[in-house]
């Protein structure tokens, strides 16, 4: 199957601004209400598809169930969101149970897009699904055991193996988390989990000293996996979730090269400051373009927002601010 190469949503760097990534000026970009029963609409993921961008959404409905559901852009801005959910077929394995499905992250590999999500089965782990057209689904077996969240492809296999990071947590609003890397010969069955890595020392890096997860698809660069991930800090006003990246060995992903000490993005707008969950950025896609990156995260658990950089100057950056 082939892409149709796309123009990624852009905006210029404001004039006179001297942070490394800024903010599209529009934000947010989905609102908690822009489809017919939701009341937010948050942490989704978009690819490039067909003649624009498809995209997986987290819509949680006004008694707060948890979905994903498929919509379609034309320039990665404005979005058509179905209003009903994904109705899954049997994949590599019989239909599984799921109490809830949220968070996902959206892949091509080889021949077909694969999603993955945090699913509800006696707690929450990674599902996955994949499809051809956005129209049909089939769901897959379950990568983990409970309890499980943040699965993120690896865009191509490394030597014949699928690759998937994640977070083991919990069963709650998890106090804890680091990074993982496991491996998969066929998609369905996961082993050789091994750590990626771990939360920072509190005097050297705060906001990322409570828990961290894989964020947007790893992007291939010369120079490493670019992988943008969230930092979270335990403040007397709860969890503050921002936004950093780190860059992974080509050959051996689970080996960091460098990571950052300092945030890209943190809460400070009106949209990530308030909301269901205050003072939340959690990227969970990036769309590229040479040096151009688009990064869309969800703000405040409400509403998805954008961002934008250059690719080599967020490697810099990362370079000269490692930890």
């Known amino acids: 199957m082939i892409i149709d190469k796309k123009s990624i949503p852009w905006q210029d760097r404001p004039e006179h601004f001297k942070d490394i990534m800024w903010r599209y000026s529009a934000n947010p970009i989905i609102h908690r209400y822009d489809i017919p029963g939701s009341n937010s609409i948050f942490n989704s993921a978009v690819v490039a598809f067909g003649e624009g961008f498809a995209g997986v959404f987290r819509c949680d409905s006004k008694s707060v169930q948890m979905n994903i559901f498929v919509g379609f852009s ?17 994949g590599n394995t019989e239909m599984i149970d799921s109490d809830y499905k949220y968070d996902p992250r959206v892949t091509f590999i080889d021949d077909r897009y694969w999603i993955t999500w945090c699913n509800g089965y006696n707690g929450p782990t990674i599902g996955i699904d994949y499809t051809f057209d956005f129209k049909e689904f089939f769901q897959c077996e379950n990568a983990f055991l409970p309890f499980n969240r943040n699965g993120v492809l690896f865009p191509e296999r490394i ?5 998937m990071l994640s977070r083991p947590s919990d069963n709650g609003h998890t106090p804890f988390g680091d990074i993982y890397i496991s491996y998969s010969p066929d998609m369905k069955y996961w082993g050789e989990h091994r750590c990626v890595m771990k939360i920072a020392p509190f005097a050297e890096s705060a906001w990322q000293c409570t828990k961290i997860g894989a964020g947007s698809v790893p992007i291939k660069t010369e120079e490493g996996w670019l992988m943008f991930y969230h930092g979270v800090i335990s403040t007397c006003n709860g969890f503050r979730y921002s936004m950093g990246a780190a860059l992974l060995d080509l050959e051996n992903p689970g080996k960091v090269l460098y990571r950052n000490k300092s945030y890209l993005i943190a809460p400070a707008e009106l949209y990530e400051t308030t909301g269901d969950v205050p003072n939340v950025i959690f990227p969970c896609a990036a769309l590229y373009e040479g040096d151009k990156v688009a990064v869309y995260y969800g ?8 961002a934008f950089g250059y690719i080599s100057e967020i490697i810099d950056f990362m370079k000269k601010n490692a930890l």
């Open 74 to 90: 034309k320039d990665g801005l404005h979005w058509n969101i179905e209003h009903s959910p994904i109705d899954f077929k049997t």
């Open 299 to 306: 703000a405040a658990d409400t509403c998805v927002a954008i």
């Open 159 to 163: 030597n014949g193996k699928y690759l």
